[in-house]
Every structure is written in C-alpha cells, then in structure tokens.
C-alpha cells in the first residue's frame, strides 16, 4: 500500500526529473563508443541493484550501484548519468510495487544529475581519466559523490516520512544503521571513479572487474545477515520458552530489550555494546527454565527455599547462555540484572560499579516494564507512576545516572506496554509475586 501524500511526493520527483532531463544536454565527451559505454554502465547498475544485500536482521539493504552512476558522471556527463540511474525501474527485483520502481528510477536519475552538475560546475573534465587529470578529478568527484549519497538519502527519506505504516519501502531501523549506510554509500561511489580510472586500459572490462570483489563482498555480507538473523531466531526461541514457562511475563523479555536499547542510546554506548544489549535484555531471565515451574505459577507466599530457588536464575540464564560465544557482555547483564547499587542484592551482593553496566542498564528496563505491567493479582501502575517508583530506588536499588537517562528516553520514544496477560482457559494456577518488581518487598535468601 502507498498512502496518497506519497503518490504524490513520487509524481512530484518523477515531473522534476523528467523536465529537468528533457531541459539538460548532453556533454561532449571524447570517450570513444559513446553509448556502448552508457549501455555496459546501465547493465552494471542494473545487475547491482537487482541484487541489493540485505545488512543483517535490520531491513535494511544496500547496493553498489551508485558506482556505475557516477563513473557515467565523469565518462560521459550529467545527463547520461540521469539515464544510468534511471534504469532502476527495470529493477530485476521482482516484490517491487509499480510505485517503488517510479520513484527509485526518477530518483537514481535526479541524483546522477545532481551529481553530474556539480561535477561538471567545479570543472571535472569528462573523459576518460589520464594520469595528469587527477588533481583535476579528485575534488570534483569527492563533491559529486557526496551530492549523489545526500540527494538519495533526502528522497528516501521523504518517500519513508509520507508513507510510514506500509508496506513500501520498509527503512526499520534507518535511524540507527544511517552511518553505515552513509559510509558505505560513499566508499562505493568511489568506485566509480576506479571503473572510469580503468577505462583507459581495459574499457568496457573494468566494469567486470569491479562487480567481482563486489559479489565476493556481496556473498560475504549475506552470509553474516544470515548469520545474524539465526542469532535473532535463537534468542526468540530461547525468550518464547521461558515465557511459555511464566505465562504472566509475555512480551516482557522484547520490553526489556527495548528499553535496555533505548538507554543504551541514550547514553551513546557504540552500535556493536548496543547490539549486544538487545540480546541481554531478551535473555535476561532465560535461567527461569532452571526454575520449577510450580515455584514460577505458585499462588501463596514463596517459602525460603523457593525463594532461593527464585534467586538462583541469574545463575542458571548463564549456566544455559554461556557457550552461545556470540553473548559475550551480554553474558554480565544476564547474570547480574537483579544486583542494587547498595550492594543488597543478588546472586553476588556486588554495590555501585562493581555491577557490570549491562547489568545496571537491564535493572531499570526490567523494573521499568515490571512495573507497567498487569498481573492477575495487581494493575498495572501508569508511566508516571513508574518513573516515580524508579526515581525512589535510584542510589539503592539503581544507578541514578541509568535511571535519568531513562527517563529521559521516555520522552524520546514511546514505550509500548504490554497487553493485560490473559490465561488460557486450562490454566488455572497463576502467580502472585512479581521477583522483577522493585515495589514488591526485597527478600534475599543466602543459599
Ligand atoms: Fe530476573
């Protein structure tokens, strides 16, 4: 589905390519063949962003492509730079909607002209490269390239701004992979000027020669995507067992999750700690599978023993997680998320930052959703509420800096509570006492 505002945005882009190639000129260019070049240049984009590589279990996708578009900016000039880029509408991509081809090929197009104009404006020769040109070449280029990776970052991002909630153009977690595609974006319009400096010699061939370490890299990336989505179905399935166990906690592991990454952001921990997080927060309570379950869904007060039994999951999730080499510092917040900063809880008794951060992190994400959370014996307490019950228990049960950046998230994003848990019909045993829950009365039993 494509919302009305962006069928317009895209008929908008589409009518300002269109005149603005209508209304361009060629350049003269002493490339020999011409249009063979253009057409060998078009098949290159094409072949590249017919096989865009997925980055990891994000949605997102890049493809070199960009290089065949801005080695037509120095080979042959702005306008057949526009009909590189344009090509995307015959995108071998089959899942892609009419409106998506429109927009990609109307866009290529625009930012190849865009790139082109600046390259031409600052007096980038457009030929095929020489030795003596580079100096010349060189900072033309560097502009060109930049006009081309920002112009297309801006139209997708309008088209994704308008059409938010579709299906079309999916950009889930554009936010925090938009270095790295900007980055990579900009290394691989560099290779542009490779296939055009390697014209020289071997003409046509360069392009060859550059789409091969390309698929290696390619292959390379897929198999770590691969990879890293086995990973993510791994965590998944660990999460759906221990809430199959604790029916009353369901969704609580994504929550935590989700909070422990929004405090990770907050407090600028690098892209891989914040990766590594994600998975701490889901598994954080995976030792409940070393629980009894009867001690998990009692009804009634918990004796000393189960108690103790209780406490010992920290130490079961990483008993069970430990070989999973993946985990590393996620591994710290799983084994110590029901530390306090005063040193009173559990399983090690560690104070103030001695608790390893992942741990600190996950304590307030974990009592945060808690907290927002109905049980079968309790509501749930409202956001204010929470924050209020977190202010309280920061200095002895959590970092008070944690807490404040937490807070502080909250206004940023929107945290998604949980829906009431409702039992099925044949479960008639529920629980009545939250171990996640900071307002709940602190019992630690020595084993
Ligand atoms: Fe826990």
Not at 90 to 107: D, H, K, P, T, Y
Not at 118 to 137: H, M, N, Q, R, T
Not at 374 to 403: C, H, N, W
Request: charged share 15%.
């Amino acid at each position: 589905m494509v919302s009305r505002a962006a069928w317009l945005y895209i008929v908008v882009v589409v009518a300002i390519t269109g005149v603005l190639v209508a209304t361009s000129r060629p350049t003269s260019t002493h490339v020999p063949h011409p249009i063979i070049v253009l057409i060998v240049l078009q098949l290159l984009f094409l072949v590249c962003d017919s096989a865009k590589t997925p980055l990891t279990s994000r949605q997102t996708k890049w493809s070199p492509s960009s290089a065949a578009t801005l080695a037509a900016v120095i080979l042959l000039g702005p306008m057949a730079a526009a009909f590189v880029g344009a090509v995307s509408v015959l995108s071998l991509r089959r899942q892609l909607l009419i409106a998506e081809r429109l927009f990609n090929g109307a866009m290529y197009a625009l930012c190849g002209l865009a790139a082109g104009a600046a390259y031409v404006k600052l007096k980038g020769p457009v030929k095929v490269p020489e030795f003596g040109d580079f100096p010349k070449i060189a900072v033309a280029f560097a502009v060109a390239a930049t006009v081309h990776v920002v112009a297309n970052h801006t139209l997708i991002w309008g088209v994704y701004r308008l059409n938010r909630g579709s299906g079309m153009l999916r950009r889930e977690g554009l936010e925090s992979s938009l270095p790295l595609l900007l980055a990579s974006d900009l290394g691989y319009a560099c290779l542009g000027l490779v296939i055009a400096a390697l014209w020289m010699i071997m003409g046509p061939f360069s392009a060859v020669l550059v789409l091969v370490p390309l698929f290696v890299a390619r292959w390379a990336m897929g198999q770590f995507a691969e990879q890293q989505r086995a990973y993510a179905a791994t965590m998944n399935a660990l999460c759906q067992a221990v809430e199959t166990k604790d029916y009353y906690t369901r969704g609580h592991g994504d929550r935590v999750s989700r909070g422990a990454v929004m405090i990770a952001r907050q407090i600028a921990m690098s892209s891989d700690r914040t990766d590594a997080i994600r998975f701490a927060g889901m598994l954080h309570d995976v030792g409940k599978l070393g629980v009894p379950t009867q001690v998990l869904q009692k009804t009634g007060p918990l004796t000393e023993d189960e108690y103790a039994a209780i406490q010992l999951h920290p130490m079961r999730g990483l008993e069970i997680v430990r070989e999973i080499g993946f985990l590393y510092e996620a591994l710290n917040g799983i084994m110590h998320h029901h530390e306090r900063i005063d040193g009173r809880g559990y399983p090690m008794g560690l104070a103030g930052h001695e608790i390893p951060e992942f741990a600190r992190v996950i304590a307030v994400a974990d009592a945060f959703d808690s907290m927002t959370s109905t049980r079968s014996y309790r509501e749930a307490k409202s956001i204010p509420m929470a924050i209020d019950e977190l202010r309280r228990g920061a200095g002895t049960q959590f970092d008070p800096l944690i807490v404040e950046a937490f807070i502080k998230a909250l206004d940023v994003e929107e945290w998604p509570l949980s829906a009431p848990a409702r039992a099925p019909a044949d479960l008639t045993i529920v629980t009545v006492q939250d171990h996640d829950d900071p307002t709940a009365p602190l019992q630690v039993v020595i084993p």
